[in-house]
């Protein structure tokens, strides 16, 4: 079991930037596949970006490629997330997930897919 801790998020006007950390507890960081998603108000829980156990595959949503960056140091068992020239639409609530196991080496881009989720951080753009 992993607990998930998320945070840098706040408030930023349209083209700045900010970094969201994932700080994940309990069984050996590199066994989870990591996912960010992002939720707002009356929508659905949307796909970021993922990234594998043993980092060496990820994958960004198209709405954020370019812009967001997804990253992970397992000897701080943590996850990140970069984002540049933020716009309006990227307001949401931020979250990260984890899925351990057979899906370790791979990435999972549903949230159903993920078991073990944090609490969310707030991430509100200006324009």
């Known amino acids: 079991q992993v607990q998930l801790v998320e945070s840098g998020g706040g408030l930023v006007q349209a083209g700045g930037s900010l970094r969201l950390s994932c700080a994940a507890s309990g069984r050996t960081f590199s066994y989870y596949t990591m996912g960010w998603f992002r939720q707002a108000p009356g929508k659905e829980r949307e796909f970021v970006a993922a990234m594998s156990g043993d980092g060496r595959s990820t994958y960004h949503g198209d709405s954020v490629k370019g812009r967001f960056t997804i990253s992970r140091d397992n000897a701080k068992n943590t996850l990140y997330l970069q984002m540049n020239s933020l716009k309006a639409e990227d307001t949401a609530v931020y979250y990260c997930?984890?899925?351990?196991?057979?899906?370790?080496?791979?990435?999972?881009?549903?949230?159903?897919?993920?078991?073990?989720w944090g609490q969310g951080t707030q991430v509100t753009v200006s324009s």
């Open positions: 997930g984890a899925q351990g196991g057979p899906l370790q080496s791979i990435v999972l881009t549903s949230s159903k897919a993920y078991a073990y």
